[in-house]
């Protein structure tokens, strides 16, 4: 993992702080030991009682405006940009060591507790993702996030249908401005952006990831600075004109929000009128009992394996997005539909699974549902 010393010139309040990385670069990093502690945690015992749900919610209103700078009135940003060059430089496992026991004082597994998670939830994700990024991207991809899986199909082929199936619903086409919502390194925004032809704003707050993403993109032998840009900054508070975006998503990442209202009333606010918020979200089902100990803490390994806050049922998370102002289209549990289980390639006895070749075999499956709006791809 690394961490980036940012430039002199580089003298906004990180809370208020946007990043606009225009340049890439081959980092030259170091993974301390001390790291492996994480890795534990991170292939530790997964449970059912968590399921990946997928949603399409329209906005209800909003309003757009301009700002008088040229390169805010391009973007719609609220706060000036500020260019700088992230340099990658390695840390020492004494370093690594002290983030990581930071990191789990967070979590109740080590005497943390929700209210103290959540106050300082940027650190908390900020922390996660430095140790745990390098590990992602070795053993899981460039796209952070699960899917439920179709037989004869491999887990790469997954990941990119759930990221086709978030354009399409959202209906990007060539010249549609979205936002990725908690970006990670990039994947699905690449993915997206050459898929559909939209231009993708990647919105990630930590400042290693989005030095992974410009790495990324740099590898990819496509123009992508026509297509797509990254801004750091928090998710909670935006620094983008109200009704910037045609179209905004996010993939597995508003689970690490704070408030989950107050994330979506400023997605609301940065979209479109009558335009479309789609996402996966992590949700508890109602199979999990808060009573039960043995699901208690499970939860909790959950919480500290994933750099979570606390992680909300179902029925909180589609009443949330009610609240926010939101009008809601669609959502299904789609560990119901899944032909193998979304938790499947982190089972410690299928690891190899993600080694796996690509299929020969047909794709996808046939369904009898009529109504496009209910077929899941």
């Not at 060539?174 to 919502?181: F, N, R, S, T």
């Not at 940065?270 to 499970?298: M, R």
Request: aromatic fraction near 10%.
């Amino acid at each position: 993992t690394g961490e980036l010393e940012l430039g002199h010139n580089f003298k906004v309040p990180y809370s208020n702080s946007v990043m606009h990385c225009c340049t890439s670069l081959q980092p030259n990093s170091a993974v301390g030991h001390g790291t492996c502690v994480l890795l534990q945690h991170l292939l530790s015992r997964w449970n059912l009682c968590v399921c990946v749900r997928v949603f399409c919610v329209r906005g209800a209103g909003g309003t757009n405006s301009l700002s008088a700078h040229s390169f805010q009135q391009q973007h719609k940003m609220t706060t000036p940009a500020t260019f700088i060059t992230p340099q990658i430089t390695s840390r020492s496992a004494e370093r690594v060591a002290e983030d990581i026991d930071k990191y789990e004082k967070y979590h109740t597994t080590h005497g943390g507790d929700v209210e103290a998670r959540k106050a300082q939830y940027a650190d908390m994700v900020n922390k996660y993702y430095d140790l745990a990024t390098s590990f992602y991207e070795y053993g899981w991809g460039t796209s952070f996030h699960f899917a439920h899986r179709l037989k004869h199909e491999t887990h790469m082929e997954s990941i990119r249908r759930h990221e086709h199936y978030l354009a399409l619903r959202l209906g990007l086409q060539p010249g549609d401005k979205c936002l990725d919502v908690g970006c990670g390194i990039g994947g699905p925004l690449r993915e997206i952006a050459l898929f559909s032809g939209a231009h993708v704003t990647g919105l990630n707050n930590n400042a290693y990831q989005i030095s992974r993403a410009l790495h990324h993109n740099s590898r990819t032998g496509r123009n992508l600075d026509k297509i797509s840009r990254f801004v750091k900054a928090d998710f909670m508070n935006m620094p983008f004109e109200s009704g910037s975006f045609d179209a905004v998503y996010q993939i597995d990442a508003t689970c690490h929000a704070p408030d989950q209202v107050g994330c979506y009333k400023e997605i609301l606010r940065v979209l479109k009128p009558g335009q479309y918020f789609a996402g996966y979200e992590w949700c508890a089902t109602d199979l999990y009992d808060p009573t039960n100990l043995n699901h208690k803490s499970i939860m909790a390994e959950i919480e500290l394996g994933n750099g979570l806050p606390d992680v909300r049922t179902t029925k909180q998370t589609l009443e949330a997005l009610k609240a926010a102002g939101f009008e809601l289209v669609d959502s299904a549990d789609l560990s119901l539909s899944a032909d193998i289980a979304w938790w499947d390639p982190v089972d410690p006895d299928n690891w190899t699974r993600l080694q796996s070749k690509r299929c020969c075999c047909e794709l996808g499956r046939t369904s009898g549902v009529s109504s496009a709006a209910s077929v899941l791809a």
